[in-house]
């Protein structure tokens, strides 16, 4: 009996789907004793450190986990699942951790580096282990702000380390019990053969990489798909893609693009070697979102068959519907993240978030949605997506926000812009400027920025740098580029002048005019860290 301990918090679904999708049955760990009736078991692990065991203790899985684990019972911890068997963490202080394998947890420092560490990288093996056998150095993808550091106290337990600023534990082992800090359910193939090997207890042989090489691994860029998705005037739910945040046909009956169906899509830009996909339910603020059950439906089916993360955007906000009866935005998130979402992205939302806070004097109040999903969820779960404008002024004087001297001069040839916050899709300017809602954003807890551009959505004329740039040092954590990429040469251009973390692209990808491959096998002439391969 192979059984997951899902105690409530994150996307287990993933994991489901995955174990699923490689042939094997799954038990629901539902009372204390079923945990000593497993023959193997999965602990996955999102949220915080403190929470998980609270939960843990709360649900009476402590002791019986124990006994499991001191046993050597054969165990896969995933992310959260490798912290907790540590002693404790830097992240929830005073809270005791299972204490299986010495030493605490603690935050990355920063230091120049994005925090969380999100994304793709690789794993230095030390030893040979069942769990990799076949491993090739393949990258796995990671989302965490804390991690194990190795040291004598835990050398019988160092089964891999990954380098994001100094090594940290990647993979534990000793005997049959082992964990991961990455998510093997959201690695592609490589996650999957690791998963198939702990399912099939497959017996350790040499992997196809030498032992203890000493070369760093890197984090890799990533590749975002994204989908533009709502109903047509027919009333299907269809992937669309606007020019400049217009979806409309220029023709005669001005009927919205279709460009596809989001499930198949999304499954093509999986296999094609997508790092992860987007939906962004477009007009999701018109809507009661809990009503949207299409999207839940695209999210459920896409996460059967897609083993990368999945980000869900639109209408991630409270509201009341119809009959008077009022959602928070953490039960909307709550139900995306349940139809197996990783990360929701939060638009219109931020930008009166942060117009609330700035009016509260900045004072966090803990009422926003960010800090709300962030504290259930984690940080690495909340995207930020802005959807910017240009306004050109003749002198920084002329306005009170963040203003850049441009090299592309405005209609009248104003020399100076600043790039102003909208919401409902790009219907409503407002008073705040991208650094003001990214900065502020980030202090609430957001992990990531989702940073779109009105003025070059669709054009295909390359990325606006500027706006990038600004973003870019203006926030520690990850930022994905996204509008405009028209060329392979685009996606070089925006990693290297930016040092952005990601490069999404729509139009492109959906037109068939680039494949996602094209843009990689060009990354590497220029010696830019990607992920290769399909799925
Ligand atoms: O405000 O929280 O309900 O979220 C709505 C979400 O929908 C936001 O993320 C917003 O960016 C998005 N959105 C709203 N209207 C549109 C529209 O196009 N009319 N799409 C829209 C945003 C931008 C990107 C696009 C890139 C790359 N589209 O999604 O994919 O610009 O395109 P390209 O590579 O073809 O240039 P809320």
């Known amino acids: 009996m192979i059984a997951l301990l899902d105690y409530g918090a994150g996307n287990v679904r993933s994991l489901r789907n995955a174990v699923h999708a490689l042939g094997f049955a799954l038990t629901e760990i539902e009372r204390p004793e079923d945990i000593l009736c497993a023959e193997r078991l999965i602990l996955p692990g999102v949220g915080s450190f403190g929470a998980a065991m609270r939960r843990l203790e709360e649900l009476g899985y402590l002791k019986p986990l124990k006994d499991y684990l001191s046993a050597g019972r054969p165990f896969l911890g995933i992310c959260l699942g490798l912290q907790i068997l540590f002693a404790g963490s830097e992240e929830s202080p005073g809270v005791p951790g299972l204490g299986i394998i010495p030493g605490q947890i603690r935050r990355f420092p920063g230091e120049g580096l994005s925090v969380p560490h999100m994304g793709w990288n690789a794993v230095r093996l030390q030893k040979h282990s069942p769990l990799f056998t076949g491993y090739a150095g393949e990258p796995f993808y990671f989302v965490h702000s804390y991690r194990a550091l190795p040291g004598p106290e835990n050398a019988d337990w160092q089964l891999a380390f990954t380098d994001y600023g100094r090594p940290f534990l990647s993979a534990v082992q000793r005997g049959a019990v082992c964990a991961v800090q990455f998510h093997p359910e959201k690695s592609g193939q490589a996650g999957l053969a690791l998963l198939r090997n702990f399912l099939a207890g497959t017996s350790a042989s040499a992997p196809a990489i030498p032992l203890g090489d000493p070369t760093p691994t890197r984090l890799t860029k990533r590749i975002v798909a994204c989908l533009d998705v709502r109903t047509n005037d027919q009333g299907d739910l269809v992937v669309t893609k606007g020019d400049q945040y217009d979806v409309r046909e220029k023709t005669e ?3 919205v693009r279709n460009l596809g169906k989001p499930v198949e899509l999304a499954e093509r830009y999986y296999q094609e070697g997508a790092d992860e996909i987007a939906f962004l339910n477009i007009t999701a603020f018109r809507a009661s979102p809990l009503a949207d059950q299409p999207m839940l439906e695209v999210l459920r089916r896409t996460s059967e068959r897609v083993f990368v993360p999945l980000t869900i955007g639109g209408g991630i906000r409270a509201y009341t519907d119809g009959e008077g009866r009022s959602y928070s935005a953490l039960a909307v998130a709550h139900a995306y993240f349940r139809a197996g979402a990783d990360k929701v992205s939060i638009g219109s939302d931020a930008v009166l978030a942060v117009e609330d806070y700035l009016a509260r004097g900045r004072v966090k109040d803990g ?7 962030a504290a259930v969820y984690g940080n690495q779960a909340v995207v930020i997506s802005i959807d910017p404008r240009r306004v ?16 592309f001069p405005g209609p009248k040839g104003e020399r100076y812009c600043w790039f102003q916050c909208t919401i409902k899709g790009g219907r ?13 954003c980030e202090a609430l807890g957001a992990g990531e920025i989702l940073l779109n551009s009105i003025d070059r959505d669709g054009t295909g004329a390359g990325f606006d740098l500027e706006l990038i740039r600004l973003v870019r040092e203006s926030v520690s954590i ?6 405009g990429a028209g060329c392979v040469e685009h996606f070089a251009e925006v990693f290297c002048e930016t040092g952005v973390e990601a490069a999404l692209a729509a139009g492109i990808f959906h037109r068939r005019e680039v494949p996602i491959e094209a843009v990689k096998s060009h990354l590497i002439t220029q010696g830019i860290e990607i992920r290769n391969g399909e799925g």
């Open 253 to 255: 009956g001005r009927a």
């Open 367 to 373: 009422s926003s949605a960010i800090e709300q999903i």
């Open 392 to 407: 050109y002024v003749n002198s920084p004087q002329d306005t009170p926000h963040t203003v850049i001297e441009t090299r």
């Open 428 to 440: 409503e300017g407002r008073d705040l400027d991208v650094v003001e809602l990214a900065r502020t």
């Open 478 to 483: 990850p930022v994905i580029a996204s509008s």
